[in-house]
T-cell receptor
Framework: DQQVKQNSPSLSVQEGRISILNCDYTNSMFDYFLWYKKYPAEGPTFLISISSIKDKNEDGRFTVFLNKSAKHLSLHIVPSQPGDSAVYFCAASTTQGAQKLVFGQGTRLTINP | ETGVTQSPTHLIKTRGQQVTLRCSSQSGHNTVSWYQQALGQGPQFIFQYYREEENGRGNFPPRFSGLQFPNYSSELNVNALELDDSALYLC?????????????FGPGTRLTVL
């Protein structure tokens, strides 16, 4: 049972344009959501997060949007840069109990010059 | 500030053997979690340790066990290795009690079971 899903295995975007990565979840108990970025041979690196009490969080070029009624979140990267090419993982958790992260399968983002 | 470190980087074992993977937490972090990442998949939660006690476990059999030491470093032990245990094993640390669930990951140990 995949509680967090990223339905696009890959995404290709032109440099300077907007990249939009999507994520859906099924568990209503999730109240905190995170995006991680992963380069080859490295561990995932935290990018940005959002609490379920908000619908938007912005940090520089990165913005995460949360639609609780649709159980959907998205990560927007504007403008996209070649260094953004990586695998992006969406993760969800509950703030109660163990800090267990439930990850999606990942989306490979390629930024073309 | 030292980040999360893991050893070894790569490991090759045969089916039925036992393996121990090691992790040093980021300075000031007292909670350690372990994840298994199979090829093409997202990381899957194995278990978490806080104050040397298991503080949550995912859907993994008992042959996956762990330890946390007083200095917050940790070990993951896997007995009776199976071919499907081949994966990247990630350790993550975090400060307990924080109002956020951000975890900081190490580079991982790539385990191959033949």
């Amino acid at each position: 049972d995949q509680q967090v899903k990223q339905n696009s295995p890959s995404l290709s975007v032109q440099e300077g344009r907007i990249s939009i990565l999507n994520c859906d979840y099924t568990n209503s108990m999730f109240d905190y959501f995170l995006w991680y970025k992963k380069y080859p041979a490295e561990g995932p690196t935290f990018l940005i997060s959002i609490s379920s009490i908000k619908d938007k969080n912005e940090d520089g070029r990165f913005t995460v949007f949360l639609n609780k009624s649709a159980k959907h979140l998205s990560l927007h990267i504007v403008p996209s840069q070649p260094g953004d090419s990586a695998v992006y993982f969406c993760a969800a958790s509950t703030t109660q109990g163990a800090q267990k992260l439930v990850f999606g399968q990942g989306t490979r983002l390629t930024i073309n010059p | 500030e030292t980040g999360v470190t893991q050893s070894p980087t790569h490991l090759i074992k045969t089916r039925g053997q036992q393996v121990t993977l090691r992790c040093s937490s980021q300075s000031g972090h007292n909670t350690v979690s372990w994840y298994q990442q199979a090829l093409g998949q997202g990381p899957q939660f194995i278990f978490q340790y806080y104050r040397e006690e298991e503080n949550g476990r995912g859907n993994f059999p008992p042959r996956f066990s762990g330890l946390q030491f007083p200095n917050y470093s940790s070990e993951l032990n896997v007995n009776a290795l199976e071919l499907d245990d081949s994966a990247l094993y990630l350790c993550a640390s975090s400060p307990q009690g924080a109002s956020y669930n951000e975890q900081f990951f190490g580079p991982g140990t790539r385990l191959t079971v033949l």
